[in-house]
């Protein structure tokens, strides 16, 4: 079998970037929504998750692990202090999850950091750090509008100057991102300090024989767990540490999953360019069932 070389730098590369908050992946322009000059503002209610489609791994929260285990290897960035991710694809600036349309694959955990953009909280000036934090929004992104369009697009204030249904979901899934960094930073310390992570490295047998090599990031070693000393675990038992770490471990089986959509979605591919399709037909083609790609609040899945 021969071997993908490079392939996983995106990876790695990707996670190195967001791990740093004062540059976050995907915001290009965020700026602090002010009643004043965003009042007509609104956000495109056709919208979907296109500027995901070249992310390969997304932060994740720790109160995420549960839902996000059953669909994505769970890993932690290899500098800095670790930070957990979710592992979307093993291409180049590919994400297996994201659709030609723009939606997300059905069925698959949606992670927060997805969610919540072109929202983002954003730390207000104050004495001593305390100024607290406003809600802002990515004016770059193609979701934003500055002045929104009746019918077409969703406002973030309605005319008394106060957030629509809108606005408060947008500020409550930045207030969920936030409110979860404490554990999420705290945890990653511990399994440091207990030197339970090591260098992780996948190989992924691909169906047309190719070894694709994924490495760079780090992974719980399952042996350092199980030795953990009996004060660490009844602490880690308490924080509820050890089901994150059991949740990791068990996501590691999705390496596989990745593998089988990739494979699923070349196929079709192949047997319609086989059918000579226009490019134009090309382009709407999808091997994965989805989901919605609109912004109404009924249509996201859940905090």
Known sequence: MSEIPGANEGIMAQARTRANEASPQFYQWPMALDVKGHHHAGIRAEAGYHFARKAMSVPLRTSEF??????YPIVFTDEGTP???????????HNLFVGADGAWRLEAYLPLYVR??????IERAGEGGKGGMSLGIDVSSDLFVPRAREGLDLRLFDD??????????????????????SDSVAFAD???EAKLLQPGRIEMKLADGHTQLVDGFLAVNEELFRELPAATVLHWHQRGWLDYVI??????????????IGAMARKLRAELEAKYLSPEEMRGV???PRSSS???IATRPGM
């Open 190 to 192: 511990a399994l440091g």
């Open 294 to 296: 609109t912004w109404p």
């Open 83 to 93: 930070a957990p991710l979710a592992i979307l694809g093993y291409d180049a600036d």
């Open 160 to 181: 008394a100057g106060q957030l629509t249904e809108v606005g408060r979901f947008g500020a409550a899934l930045c207030s969920a991102w936030g409110e979860g960094q």
């Open 286 to 288: 999808d091997a994965l």
């Open 66 to 71: 549960a839902d996000a285990s059953s669909d």
């Open 116 to 121: 919540r953009y072109p929202f983002i909280g």
């Open 247 to 260: 949740l990791h471990l068990a996501s590691q089986r999705n390496w596989a999953r990745l593998a089988t």
